[in-house]
C-alpha cells in the first residue's frame, strides 16, 4: 500500500523543508516539534514557501491552500501513531536520536516505516533501540530541501530490500532524484564534500586564496552555484565540524580531519549564516563582507 500519512519529527531548517515536500506531494503531514513556539516557527516558514512558489507561479492558490491543509503540527509524539512512514530530522545527537526511536517503536504499528534523515550517526546503530531493523533505512535531503533535488536513501545490511525500494519510490513521488547508498558515515554526498569543504578551509589557512578568492574559484571556475566557503557559512560551520569528527572517528583518514580554523571558529560561536558571522559577516545579509580571519 503507498504511503499516505507522513509523520516528520523536527520542524527546524530540515524537518520543515521534509515536511513541505511531503505535503506538496500529497501525503497527509503531521510534524513533531518539543514546544508550541517551535512548532508555529516551523509552519510559519513552510507558509511563507509555499506563498512564494504562488507569487512565482509554480502553485495556484488552491494547491497552496491544499498543500497547506494536509499539514498539521503536534507537540506529542502519540499524534505519529498511525503514519506509514516516520522521518526523524531532530538534532545531530545519537542518545536523543535513540530515545526517540524507543518512544516511536512502543507507539506505531509493525507495519510503520522509519527514516532518519542524519547526515553522520550510524542508521544501523539507530536501529538497534527497535524491534523492526527491518523498516529502518536512511533518508537524507539536502538544504534548502524544496529546492535540492537529491535524496540519499540509505539501507543497512538489515533492510528489507522491499522497503528500501519502497522508499526510493516515495524519493520520486517527491519530486527528488533517489540514489542508492549504504549505511557507511558520509554516504555519498558528504564522503566527498566533507574532504573538499575542509581542504578550502586549509587553502585559507596555508594562504593560498582569500576568502573571496577562493570562493569565486570554485564558483567561476568549476561551476559551483556557492564557493565553499559561502556553502560551510550556509551549511553551518558546527555541522560541518560535528561531520567531520564523526567521519574522522570512523577512518581515521587526515582528509576528514577538521582544520584548527574550522576548530576555533566553532568555538568561538562563528557558525556562518545562522549566527551572524562566519566566513563572512552577514551584519547586511544580502551584502555579507568577508571577515578577517588569517
Ligand atoms: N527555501 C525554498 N526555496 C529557496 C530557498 C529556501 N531556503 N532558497 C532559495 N530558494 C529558491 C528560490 O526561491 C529560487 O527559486 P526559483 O529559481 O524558482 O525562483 C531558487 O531557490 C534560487 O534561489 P536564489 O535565486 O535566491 O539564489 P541562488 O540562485 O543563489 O540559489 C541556492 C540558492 C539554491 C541555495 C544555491 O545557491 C545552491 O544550490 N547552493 C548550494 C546548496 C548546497 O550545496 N546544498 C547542499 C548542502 S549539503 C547538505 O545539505 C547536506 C548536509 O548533510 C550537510
Known amino acids: 500500500m503507498a504511503i499516505q500519512k507522513v509523520g516528520v519529527v523536527g520542524c527546524g531548517l530540515m524537518g520543515s523543508g521534509i515536511a513541505q515536500v511531503c505535503a506538496q506531494a ?128 540509505i539501507r543497512t545490511i538489515a533492510t528489507d530490500p522491499a522497503v528500501f525500494e519502497e522508499i526510493v519510490e516515495f524519493a520520486k513521488r517527491l519530486g527528488k532524484t533517489p540514489v542508492r547508498t549504504s549505511d557507511r558515515t558520509g554516504f555519498i554526498v558528504n564522503r566527498l564534500l566533507v574532504p573538499y569543504l575542509l581542504d578550502a578551509v586549509r587553502a585559507l589557512e596555508e594562504g593560498v586564496g582569500s576568502i573571496e578568492d577562493i570562493d569565486n574559484s570554485m564558483k567561476l571556475g568549476c561551476g559551483h552555484p556557492m564557493g565553499p566557503l559561502t556553502l560551510l557559512d550556509f551549511v553551518g560551520l558546527d555541522t560541518t565540524h560535528y561531520i567531520a569528527n564523526v567521519m574522522f572517528d570512523e577512518f581515521k583518514e587526515r582528509r576528514f580531519a577538521s582544520p584548527p580554523l574550522l576548530k576555533r571558529m566553532v568555538l568561538a560561536g562563528w557558525n556562518g549564516r545562522k549566527a551572524g558571522r562566519g566566513f563572512y559577516d552577514y551584519a547586511d545579509p544580502k551584502n555579507p563582507k568577508p571577515m578577517q580571519l588569517t
Do not use: Y
Open 26 to 153: 500529497g501525503c497527509t503531514v503531521v510534524v513533531r516539534e518539543v514546544s508550541q513556539e517551535l512548532v508555529d516557527k516551523g509552519l510559519k516558514s513552510i507558509e511563507k514557501n509555499l506563498q512564494r512558489l504562488v507569487e512565482k507561479g509554480t502553485f495556484t492558490e488552491a494547491d497552496r491552500g491544499a498543500a497547506r491543509g494536509r499539514l498539521s503540527g503536534t507537540v506529542t509524539l502519540d499524534a505519529l501513531k498511525d503514519c506509514d512512514l516516520i522521518i526523524e530530522a531532530i538534532i545531530e545527537q545519537l542518545p536523543a536520536k535513540k530515545e526517540l526511536w524507543s518512544a516511536l517503536e512502543k507507539l506505531c504499528p509493525k507495519t510503520t516505516i522509519f527514516a532518519s534523515n542524519t547526515s553522520s550517526i550510524s542508521i544501523t546503530e539507530m536501529a538497534t533501540v527497535t524491534a523492526r531493523p527491518d523498516r529502518f533505512l536512511g533518508l537524507h535531503f539536502f538544504n534548502p530541501v524544496p529546492v535540492m533535488k537529491l535524496v540519499e536513501v
